[in-house]
């Protein structure tokens, strides 16, 4: 086997060494009754040029791009990566590496994920970043918990218009806790309706998403005042991190925590994972951070580098009493993310995030001259909810025959909203996608 | 001794990113502008993230220098206990970046993709199967996020019985996740103490369980290297109380084929893919945890759920008593595609044999180091061993000196102070890949090290020498944090 390196004289000599003469006595320690009998019952081994056969049989049922054309979002984004980014992300220094705890021979991973920290923090307009989390389902959930943490409440109200899966998510994680989880309901032009606070007292956090589930841009600056009068922290969630190339940043209106998924920032969708959970808040709250923290220091030299801080909060030093029970954290989807916005850079990712609005308004145009429902007027960034015709269900059928897949169905998550559709635009789609997508739904 | 390992070479320095770069450069190659204009309103936009320009070539510079400030299993041997540093095969690698994967979106209909859900059905049956439990979830991203989902069951399960339970037994020798993640399910962890073997003795649990007890995390093999000989006794104890026997599967590594937590009284655990199943750690991460279960347990998983109906998959969510969803989507199904390749290339001999051979190594470690430095338990370990400074300490040289003097030799030091229950604990997982070879010239190093501590322990004090950087003060990176540039 080529990655058991042991000739079978090497095994003699080390068993000789141990005082065992054979490998299964060295589990003498495991009684008996405890052990295995026989084989496990698994398939037997392939030769790596099996294996690619295998898996490339699998990986060609995949609906993929150039073959489909995928106007889905929804959490999840098609966008170019650069080359140099996989070939940087794949150097086995930074893959074969684990969590930094002996920084001096850390420092690159280290160092990078200042640097993403650093990116991220001002992305959002935030003051301080965490080194990431597993996705923006989960990231959103420890938000909500950090903001319990530090108000001392015990209830979060969070809008309709997040993510149904992470809110889903947040669900999971609070049920067992007593917490209690509100949600705001949306009003008729696509965003959410905040009037509900009005009567909710001692609320820990209000949280919004920013593009919201339907695309459309919410009014953070208003919901931040609001929340503000009712002494919650403002938690700005999001799920296409692209859209802040653009848009005026949630630190900007007033957020308090931002937490989302980066999985737009370079990151392949891969059928939903590894993602990137960000997560970012004021100073004044980041000794109640969830998850792994870099910061900068000095070396007995006087040179500048980096170690992971503020581990007192971490649960190898607090135990149960810890900010929370992150160990791993997505380091290396946090390092294509800052490889990311380092090769688009400040000038292109402004340029970048205007192709993707410019683009989806296109499509938006296109499918009202068609004579198409564009559900919401809000402004919306690069997705958006059409209204199609009573049972569209069978064109968006036909459509995947032609390899368009026509958005995502909104009914098994607001049942109100039968034959309504997200769809999304990337840069990714040209023109000619977009044409064809809306000649191949009128009949 | 042979010439050591670790020598020094010709490093780079580099700036952080924003310290370098032109306004005006783009890395990047911005795609074909093929439809007009159509700004946003201005009172919606913002002034763009204040991100530095830099062309393709300052990157590329800047994360090779960066890269090569770092170490990894494939520089060499990286044996920081209970993390499970074994190489990760190449192939994994290219199996994961087909085009086929990288570019599907979560939420296809079925029919669109088959080749996933068939790969996590069959990977959950072969997980299922080397643990000898009864069902799988992939959804939990990280080891630590696989305790929680289990957890969630553990609760659901006695919320459905109807007796909520407030306590959960979790001794010293469990992993340091594991109490957290008890709290966050509202459980309050009661310490158990192992005995003086390193082992759970069944009367330390009987004594502590209760009917108001959900259960016990227990580390099996513990986080002393040390397999727990009376784990069967000891789930019976619990579950004569009805409590239930969670155990951290992170380290599965030792006893692949060997041991079936399923027949030994488990009733939920984790495994780690990025320890046990070879997925690179990535610099602290992706992982990916899932979880397996027992029969009992399979109504609470998260949803969705792969399901075969008639040779097709489809994603089920018609589990009314699930907990829910731990993850937005599927997990970590770029890491698991590496895990499956793994078993596919190891088969069940090989796995068997990959436990065999760690455990091996690391009793070979203990032998041959017993006499120079001190073990805490004198016993048979399984897949790592754990000594400490006691007998350094007269020189005033501590675990953290050898730690750092490790590297000036070329090795990346043992995992240092963990587990709590070894003062200045020096934990040694070498792995079963590393070979007799390397593993001899890491005994020489600490050798070596063990001898200067006696001739000349300012060589240790002033370790490393040969990194980028000397000793960090992590005091004042606490005291006054600078996050963010």
């Known amino acids: ?443 | 001794m042979k010439e050591p390992l670790g020598t020094t070479g010709l490093i780079l320095n580099e700036p952080l990113l924003w310290e370098k770069g032109k306004k005006g450069r783009c890395g990047y190659s911005l795609p074909r502008r093929d439809v007009e204009p159509c700004p946003l309103d201005q009172e919606l936009t913002g002034e763009g993230p204040d991100f530095p320009d830099l062309s393709e070539v300052d990157v590329v510079r800047h994360y090779t220098r960066l890269s090569q400030w770092n170490f990894g299993v494939d520089t060499g041997m990286y044996p920081l206990g209970s993390c499970t540093m074994k190489y990760s095969p190449k192939t994994n690698e290219r199996q994961a970046s087909l085009l086929g994967f990288t570019g599907a979106h979560p939420l296809l209909p079925a029919r669109l993709c088959q080749g996933a859900l068939k790969m996590m059905f069959e990977f959950e049956q072969y997980l299922t199967e080397i643990t000898g439990m009864d069902a799988t979830t992939l959804q939990p991203a990280a080891g630590a996020h696989g305790e929680l989902c289990g957890m969630l069951l553990i609760h659901a399960f006695h919320k459905k019985k109807g007796s909520q339970r407030s306590k959960i037994i979790v001794p010293d020798t469990a992993h340091g996740t594991n109490p957290a993640s008890a709290a966050l399910c509202g459980y309050r962890p009661v310490p158990v103490r192992s005995n003086e073997q390193g082992i759970l003795s069944a009367e330390a649990v009987a004594e502590v369980m209760d009917e108001d007890t959900a259960g016990i995390m227990v580390t099996n093999p513990n986080t002393l290297g040390l397999f727990e000989e009376d784990i069967q006794e000891i789930a019976e104890i619990v579950h004569s109380k009805g409590g239930l026997v969670y155990c951290d599967g992170a380290n599965v590594n030792a006893v692949m084929g060997i041991v079936q937590m399923g027949k030994i009284g488990i009733d939920v655990m984790q495994l780690n893919l990025h320890k046990t199943f070879s997925t690179p750690h990535g610099g602290g991460g992706p992982g990916s945890g899932p979880v397996c279960v027992k029969n009992e347990f399979e109504p609470f998983l998260p949803v969705p759920r792969v399901v075969e109906e008639n040779g097709r998959y489809i994603l089920s969510e018609n589990y009314p008593e699930s907990v829910g969803k731990v993850a937005a989507f599927h997990g970590s199904f770029g890491v698991m595609i590496k895990a499956y390749s793994y078993i596919c290339s190891m088969g069940p001999k090989n796995l068997k044999k990959a436990s065999q051979l760690a455990v091996l190594n690391a009793n070979y470690i203990k032998e041959r180091l017993k006499g120079t430095l001190h073990l805490a338990y004198d016993r048979p370990c399984m897949h790592e061993c754990v000594f400490s400074d006691k007998d350094q300490l007269a020189h005033k040289v501590k675990t953290l000196d050898m730690a750092k003097r490790l590297m000036d030799y070329g090795f990346h030091p043992p995992t240092v102070y963990f587990p709590l229950v070894v003062h200045g604990a020096i934990m040694v997982e070498p792995t079963e890949t590393e070979s007799k070879e390397d593993i001899d010239q890491f005994i020489e190093a600490l050798k070596a090290i063990v001898k200067e501590a006696g001739e000349d322990p300012d060589l240790l004090h002033d370790a490393p020498k040969s990194c980028k950087v000397k000793r960090l003060d992590e005091v004042a990176a606490a005291r006054k944090p600078c996050l963010a540039g």
């Not at chain 1, 052990?35 to 990986?59: I, T, Y």
Request: proline letters at 4%; charged letters at 20%; aromatic letters at 8%.
């Open chain 1, 1 to 443: 086997m080529l990655y058991l390196p042991h000739t079978n004289e090497d095994i003699s000599s080390m068993l000789e060494v141990v005082g065992v003469d054979n490998l299964d006595d060295l589990f003498s320690t495991v009684p008996e009754d405890c052990r295995l009998n026989g084989d496990l019952n698994l398939p037997e081994q392939l030769s790596e040029w099996e294996l690619n056969d295998h898996m490339e049989a699998l990986s060609h049922s995949m609906a993929v791009s150039p073959e489909y054309k995928v106007f889905m979002g929804a959490g999840s984004y098609e966008h170019f990566i650069p080359a140099s980014i996989s070939y940087l992300l794949g150097r086995s220094e930074f893959v074969t590496s684990y969590t930094p705890y002996q920084p001096e021979m850390s420092q690159g991973t280290l160092q990078a994920i200042y640097e993403y920290q650093t990116l991220a923090v001002r992305l959002l307009g935030m003051e301080v970043a965490t080194a990431s989390h597993y996705d923006g389902a989960t990231a959103l959930a420890e938000s909500l918990l950090m903001a319990i943490r530090v108000t001392r409440r015990s209830k979060v109200a969070i809008s309709g218009l997040i993510h149904p899966l992470y809110r889903r998510v947040v669900q999971t994680y609070f049920e067992p806790t007593g917490y209690e989880v509100v949600e705001l309901d949306y009003l008729n032009h696509g965003v959410t309706d905040i009037a509900g606070l009005d009567e909710m007292d001692d609320l820990a956090a209000v949280a919004i998403q920013s593009p919201n589930f339907f695309g459309c841009i919410e009014n953070l600056q208003a919901i931040g005042e609001k929340v503000r009068e009712k002494e919650a922290l403002f938690i700005v969630s999001f799920t296409e991190a692209l859209a802040y190339g653009l848009l005026k940043n949630p630190g900007s209106q007033g957020a308090d925590i931002v937490c989302g998924e980066g999985q737009s920032l370079g990151i392949p969708r891969s059928f939903g994972g590894p993602a990137l959970g960000m997560l970012a808040s004021r100073k004044k709250y980041m000794r109640s951070l969830p998850g792994r923290l870099i910061g900068q220091t000095k070396d007995l030299d006087g040179k500048r580098g980096f170690v992971l801080t503020l581990a007192t909060r971490e649960q190898h030093i607090r135990r149960e009493k810890a900010t929370s029970n992150i160990c791993t954290n997505n380091s290396l989807c946090a390092l294509a993310a800052a490889m990311y916005m380092a090769s688009v850079g400040g000038t292109g990712i402004r340029e970048l995030a205007s192709l993707n609005h410019d683009k989806a308004e296109y499509l938006k145009s296109e499918l009202k001259k068609a004579g198409f429902k564009i559900r919401f007027d809000s402004p919306t960034f690069n997705e958006f909810v059409v209204e199609f015709h009573k049972g569209f269900e069978a064109t968006y059928r036909r459509l995947l025959e032609k390899k368009i897949v026509a958005g995502l169905s909104l009914a098994p998550y607001y049942p109100e909203l039968a034959n309504h559709y997200l769809l999304c635009v990337t840069e990714t789609r040209s023109r000619e996608d977009m044409d064809a997508l809306v000649s191949s739904l009128v009949p």
